[in-house]
């Protein structure tokens, strides 16, 4: 089991920066590999970025990809997500997941912080 503690959210202007964390717990290992996932109102759920515990490989959507860094502290078994430039389409919950890296789906969640950019 992993357990998953986001904060950081808030609502903020078109073009500030916020700073998610995720705070993990559990059955950490080498092999996992936290995501972030965001949903906007009436949309289906979106992967925003991604990064493997042990190597800290990242990967991001197209839609993030200038704008946002994901960075990982082993030490506070902490994942952040810095997101610089928003924009209203950004506005979202934003949750926190984690599989393994054999797996091609997540299988444990955080509850979720809201984000929302005014314009």
């Known amino acids: 089991q992993v357990q998953l503690v986001e904060s950081g959210g808030g609502l903020v202007q078109a073009g500030d920066s916020l700073r998610l964390s995720c705070a993990a717990s559990?059955?950490?290992?080498?092999?996992?590999?936290i995501g972030w996932v965001r949903q906007a109102p009436g949309k289906e759920r979106e992967f925003v970025a991604a990064?493997?515990?042990?190597?800290?490989?990242?990967e991001y959507t197209d839609s993030v990809k200038r704008r946002c860094t994901i960075s990982r502290d082993t030490a506070k078994n902490t994942v952040y997500l810095q997101m610089n430039s928003l924009k209203p389409e950004d506005t979202a919950v934003y949750y926190c997941?984690?599989?393994?890296?054999?797996?091609?789906?997540?299988?444990?969640w955080g509850q979720g912080t809201q984000v929302a950019v005014s314009s």
């Open positions: 990064i493997t515990w042990s190597l800290g490989s990242t």
């Open positions: 559990g059955r950490i290992s080498s092999s996992t590999v």
């Open positions: 997941a984690a599989r393994s890296a054999d797996e091609s789906e997540y299988s444990y």
